[in-house]
């Protein structure tokens, strides 16, 4: 099972930051929280990961909060583009681990 | 290539005949994974492998899945005595690392539909 917990929808609107919550209140010490997102008839995409310090890259920003019960990935100018699902989902580091995927987030960016 | 490629992108076939499903990684990604996505779902992790050897292979459903990896880059995924229940969309990942640590690279998907 997913140790993931997310909105099953949200919206937001072109231009503006995008802010998906995500709850993984049984995180382990040693779990890094990844995102991924699904566009339309494609494959996951990887997107970002983090241990407990906040990380940007040129994709999205991700904000773990200090007890790492919870994160939220922010998209900072959404696009049309970024409507897709998007899965948080959590994993040790070390060793071959597969991807467990909840249902994610049905993010639709609106004009 | 510059990413994941999966033949066929759509297969139609009729229940109890075998399909294969292919999946080229990345060159040099000794990683390798497949997953199964069925409508509405998120991917269901089906079997890992590292080179040549399949890792884990815990996802499998049952007997009439099977994977093959053959020289450690091209995988194909086998489906004997197909049932409908085995429609779903096909996805393999690759990743540099053995860990995927750093992210997989997914392909587009195979979509199976048993008829």
């Known amino acids: 099972d997913a140790k993931t917990t997310q909105p099953p929808s949200m919206d937001c609107a072109e231009g503006r930051a995008a802010n998906l919550p995500c709850n993984h209140s049984t995180i382990s010490g040693n779990e890094y929280v990844y995102w991924y997102r699904q566009i339309h008839s494609q494959g996951p995409q990887y997107i970002i990961h983090?241990?407990?310090n906040n990380e940007t890259n040129e994709m999205a920003s991700l904000i773990i909060t200090e007890d790492r019960k919870s994160s939220t990935l922010i998209l900072p100018h959404a696009t049309l583009r970024d409507t897709a699902v998007y899965y948080c989902?959590?994993?040790?580091?070390?060793?071959?681990?597969?991807?467990?995927f909840g249902q994610g987030t049905r993010l639709t960016i609106n004009p | 290539g510059a990413g994941v490629s999966q033949t066929p992108s759509n297969k139609v076939t009729e229940k109890g005949k075998y399909v294969e499903l292919r999946c080229d990684p990345i060159?040099?990604?000794?990683?390798l994974y497949w997953y199964r996505q069925s409508l509405g779902q998120g991917p269901e992790f089906l079997i890992y492998f590292q080179g040549t050897g399949a890792a884990d292979d815990s996802g499998l459903p049952n007997d009439r899945f099977f994977a093959v990896r053959p020289e450690g880059s091209v995988s194909t995924l086998k489906i004997q005595r197909t049932e409908r229940g085995d429609s779903a969309v096909y996805l393999c990942?690759?990743?540099?690392?053995?860990?995927?640590?750093?992210?997989?690279?997914f392909g587009s998907g195979t979509r199976l539909t048993v008829v």
């Open positions: 983090g241990l407990k």
């Open positions: 989902i959590v994993r040790v580091f070390q060793g071959a681990q597969k991807l467990v």
């Open positions: 060159s040099g990604h000794t990683a």
């Open positions: 990942a690759s990743s540099l690392d053995p860990g995927g640590h750093y992210g997989y690279t």
